[in-house]
């Protein structure tokens, strides 16, 4: 058996080494690689074109969907929702945004974010095709140089896109009246551009209204343009007569802004953007206050009934001013009242405007000038402005017969020389008629008229017998003479009885029961109704300006 087994493990042939083969793959294998190699070359070009992950905070996600809302800039997709949450206070609520690669110039700390949806407000419809199509977060691209991934949206869509050529303007006024975001501003009844925002002051007692004037109206804003307020319908009832002005139909609804530059300014430079401005509550209070003001007191010893604050100061009919405050005061020393009266008066007016007052009234010594037409008799007076409404106004005139005075320079403010009012004049012409035919006898001129025509009546009688029993033979220059005479006295006859009855005509006028006398003091009742219902209608309308449109709204 040894030897056997030692036989057969001869016969077993030698193992040889093969040489070492290189790698090779099979051909199974290469569809999973290419696959693969696509894969890693869409991850990578994925990663390369990746846009930028932003948050943005709303108050609320009315409209906001994952995977569906879109981002919007001009109306071009530039990213997707992809993510909402809930604030840790709950106070708002977290948007997680994709933005494509292109748009990754627009995240800049300015840009603003708000979410597109219908919207009606003022006379402004906006986002209607987001009925059908959703709602979508638009994008207005801002202009600073700073990055930013986290931003607040808003909750308004932005009055202006900041792309927009124009600047916007800064204004203070105490009452915001009827103005709101999109309310137009007007330069010449010309729509230039609209209001921005409104906001209170912080210390609550005004209002700072910002407006955008778009290019090229910004450059007639100067820093002396004055801006009023344009809402509505203004309506003035003064001295004048009644005054309706309105910008246009969309000032009526959304209110507005007017602003004007004066002539002697358009060649300034224009205003700087953010520039502040007062805005004020109407047009002509916005020109009084462009020009300079003096004060000036007034003092009348008449009645000043009809005056009131805001009534108009006249040189021969052209406004110089305004009444500001009107008092009552004793003098204690005559136990009898005065009314100071005081105003502001605008001194540029008296000046030649061809000397460009503006500019030149700083070089002017207006105190000389007044000084000068006081001492050749300018005054003020108490004047009637209007019949109709009854409103009177302080009248500056020159009057050459006035006694002797001057401006109280010393008192503050100086005090200006007055003559009495000319309906005060009127008065006491007529009283002054009134007492002299009061003091006439009447009575006794027409028992005079009657003892004279019983007279004369007797002495024609007298005189017709005389003819009658004249002798035929009486010459016919006689009989001539006689008749003569007996004509005289009957013509004389005839003028007594037309006196006496003129006599008896102004007695009965002038009695306190005569009928001419009722009609006259019933005609100044009707008078008098008709402008205090005129006042009460201009004190309504003052109040409710809507009643215009509306009309009179009924009492609940």
């Avoid at 040894?2 to 070492?20: H, L, Y």
């Avoid at 809930?86 to 627009?106: F, G, P, Y």
């Avoid at 792309?163 to 729509?191: A, E, K, N």
């Avoid at 106004?393 to 020159?398: F, G, N, S």
Wanted: proline fraction near 4%; charged fraction near 25%.
């Amino acid at each position: 058996m040894t030897i056997q087994n030692k036989t057969d493990s001869s016969k077993i042939p030698d193992a040889v080494s093969e040489p070492r083969r290189r790698f090779s793959i099979q051909l199974v294998w290469i569809i999973p690689i290419i696959a693969a190699l696509i894969a890693l070359s869409l991850a990578v070009t994925s990663y390369i074109d990746r846009g930028e992950t932003i948050t943005i905070t709303f108050k609320s996600g009315d409209g906001l969907e994952v995977g569906k809302t879109k981002l919007k800039y001009k109306d071009v997709d530039i990213g997707e929702v992809k993510g909402l949450a809930i604030a840790k206070d709950r106070s708002h609520i977290i948007v997680t945004a994709e933005l494509s690669k292109d748009a990754k110039a627009l995240l800049v700390k300015d840009t603003r974010f708000w979410v597109v949806r219908a919207r009606i407000t003022g006379g402004n419809v906006s986002g209607l095709s987001t009925l059908i199509a959703g709602s979508y977060i638009g994008v207005d691209a801002g202009v600073s140089t700073e990055r930013m991934n986290e931003f607040a949206g808003l909750e308004t869509p932005p009055a202006i896109s900041q792309d927009i050529p124009g600047r916007q303007f800064v204004m203070h006024t105490d009452d915001v009246g009827s103005l709101d975001t999109s309310s137009p501003v007007f330069y010449h009844r010309i729509q230039v551009g609209q209001v921005v925002s409104t906001e209170l002051d912080h210390d609550g007692k005004g209002v700072t209204v910002t407006a955008f004037i778009r290019s090229p109206f910004d450059k007639y804003v100067k820093p002396n343009s004055i801006f009023w307020h344009a809402s509505g319908v203004d309506l003035t009832l003064n001295a004048s007569g009644v005054k309706i002005n309105t910008e246009s139909i969309v000032s009526i609804l959304l209110g507005g802004i007017s602003f004007q530059t004066l002539e002697d300014n358009l060649d300034d430079p224009p205003a700087p953007s953010n520039s502040v401005f007062t805005l004020f509550p109407g047009k002509d209070e916005a020109f009084k206050h462009s020009e300079v003001v003096e004060t000036y007191l007034i003092v009348f010893k008449e009645s000043v009934r009809g005056l009131t604050v805001g009534a108009t100061v006249e040189l021969r009919g052209v406004p110089v001013g305004e009444v500001t405050r009107i008092n009552i005061a004793l003098d204690s020393r005559k136990s009898d009242f005065y009314i100071p009266v005081e105003i502001q008066l605008y001194p540029e007016r008296l000046h030649d405007h061809n000397l460009k007052a503006l500019k030149k009234y700083k070089q002017m010594d207006t105190r000389r000038l007044l000084d000068s037409l006081v001492a050749h008799g300018l005054r003020a007076e108490v004047k009637s402005g209007n019949l109709l409404t009854g409103q009177m106004v302080v009248a500056l005139d020159i009057f050459p017969k006035a006694s002797a005075a001057k401006i109280d320079w010393s008192a503050t403010p100086p005090v200006f020389p007055t003559v009495s009012g000319s309906m005060e004049q009127l008065q006491k012409k007529l009283i002054s008629i009134v007492e002299k035919i009061e003091r006439m006898p009447i009575e006794e001129i027409a028992v005079d008229a009657r003892k004279s025509l019983n007279s004369l009546d007797a002495t024609l009688k007298s005189a017709d017998k005389l003819l009658k029993n004249v002798d035929a033979a009486i010459v016919p220059e006689a009989r001539s003479v006689l008749v003569e005479a007996k004509q005289s006295l009957e013509e004389m006859r005839k003028t007594l009885l037309e006196a006496q009855k003129t006599i008896g005509g102004a007695g009965k006028l002038l009695a306190t029961d005569a009928p001419l006398q009722i009609d006259i003091r019933e005609s100044l009742r009707e008078v008098s109704r008709a402008a205090h219902s005129l006042r009460i209608l201009g004190e309504y309308l003052e109040q409710h300006p809507e009643a215009l449109i509306r009309g009179k709204q009924e009492d609940n």
